[in-house]
Nanobody, 111 residues
Framework: VQLVESGGGLVQPGGSLRLSCAAS????????MRWYRQAPGKEREWVAD????????NYADSVKGRFTISRDNAKNTVFLQMNNLKYEDTAVYYC?????WGQGTQVTVSS
């Protein structure tokens, strides 16, 4: 199993970023996919998840209404669209499924 995140970067408050997680080594369409994040000095926290067909999504209260998780099963990729970013969204964002983690991608919100 391999999960490779991309799309992180430096963005100003109020800006947007779209993270991607390319998956391989398993039947992507059979599994729920999740995004987590870990801010400096804090524990890793769940951000959002999406069921295998994409029909159900769930979000942490802190990102609800600003972030959107989606997936493309034909491309074995899960996305996290992040809008109206806030300073407190600064973290390393990780893709997760069936016990496997990606390497993470850094998101920094700063003016």
């Amino acid at each position: 199993v391999q999960l490779v995140e991309s799309g992180g970067g430096l963005v100003q408050p109020g800006g947007s970023l779209r993270l991607s997680c390319a998956a391989s080594g398993f039947t992507f369409s059979s599994y729920t996919m999740r995004w987590y994040r870990q801010a400096p000095g804090k524990e890793r926290e769940w951000v959002a998840d999406i069921t295998r067909g994409g029909g159900t999504t769930n979000y942490a209260d802190s990102v609800k209404g600003r972030f959107t998780i989606s997936r493309d099963n034909a491309k074995n990729t899960v996305f996290l669209q992040m809008n109206n970013l806030k300073y407190e969204d600064t973290a390393v964002y990780y893709c997760y499924t069936i016990g496997y983690w990606g390497q993470g991608t850094q998101v920094t919100v700063s003016s």
